[in-house]
């Protein structure tokens, strides 16, 4: 059993919303997503969605791209993105996906007898410059959110999941990888960061990094060139 990661699929959602407005190499994205995550997971393995999965404002019109994640192989686990409009309660949209789908949301979910998921969207970070009070109120709930979720791995090993990256673009410690470095954490993965192509950047300009023995991978789908990373094998 393998773990992968991807993000920000940004599936239509019924908005009729076409990707490529954002580069040509979101050109058919879905489709290139598809057959990559075909290729290269079993049924045996798990796929950690770090958020923005559909355009769709309501969880009515998210429910054929949905299914079309449910048809693919693996498990999937994921969390909210800024973008995921379409949840409504959590008892409603948990019933509404598939069976291979799961959703975090102030728990963690189970793989193993000793591995764990973790996670929340996480927020903008205090050094944005247009960081305000209202901010701070939704940085710090999503900090709590994200304590309550570890708190539920029971001490297991730990792989956490955010949207918005943890630390700042200056690869510099926020509260979010101190809480995190607190726990028995593997591994993190985020999404959110678009318009780059790992393929094509120095090392040096990466958006990976490394915390506290802790490495931390920028899963967009974009930046991973539309195919699921191996985060464990």
């Known amino acids: ?14 908005q009729s919303k076409a990707m490529d407005i954002f580069g040509k190499n979101w050109e058919n994205h879905w489709q290139k997503i598809r057959e990559n995550w075909r290729q290269m997971i079993t049924e045996e393995d798990t796929v ?7 355009w769709a404002m309501l969880l009515s019109d998210a429910k054929n791209d949905l299914e079309e994640i449910g048809e693919l192989p693996g498990k999937v686990v994921f969390i909210k993105g800024n973008h995921d409009f379409w949840h409504d309660s959590l008892t409603k949209t948990r019933n509404a996906l598939p069976k291979s ?7 963690a979910y189970h793989i193993s007898e000793d591995l764990a998921i973790a996670g929340t969207r996480g927020w903008k970070q205090r050094t944005d410059s247009d960081f305000t009070a209202e901010d701070e109120k939704i940085y710090l709930r999503e900090l709590n959110r994200l304590k309550m979720s570890l ?16 630390y700042s673009l200056k690869r510099e410690a926020t ?3 101190e809480l995190i470095a607190q726990y028995n954490v ?12 790992k393929s094509r950047l ?19 789908c974009d930046y991973l060139s539309f195919a699921p990373l191996m985060i464990k094998s």
Do not use: C, W
């Open 186 to 197: 593997e591994a993190v993965v985020f999404g959110h960061i678009h318009g780059f192509t």
């Open 151 to 166: 708190d539920k791995t029971k001490g297991k090993r730990t792989i956490v999941m955010m949207h918005y990256p943890p």
């Open 175 to 177: 509260e979010f990888t």
């Open 101 to 107: 789908m799961y959703l975090i949301q102030n728990d």
């Open 202 to 220: 120095d090392e040096s300009q990466y958006f990976d990094t490394e915390l506290d023995g802790i490495p931390y991978y920028l899963t967009s």
């Open 1 to 14: 059993m393998s773990i992968f990661a991807i993000a920000d699929l940004h599936l239509d959602g019924g």
């Open 48 to 54: 950690l969605i770090a958020g923005d999965i559909s």
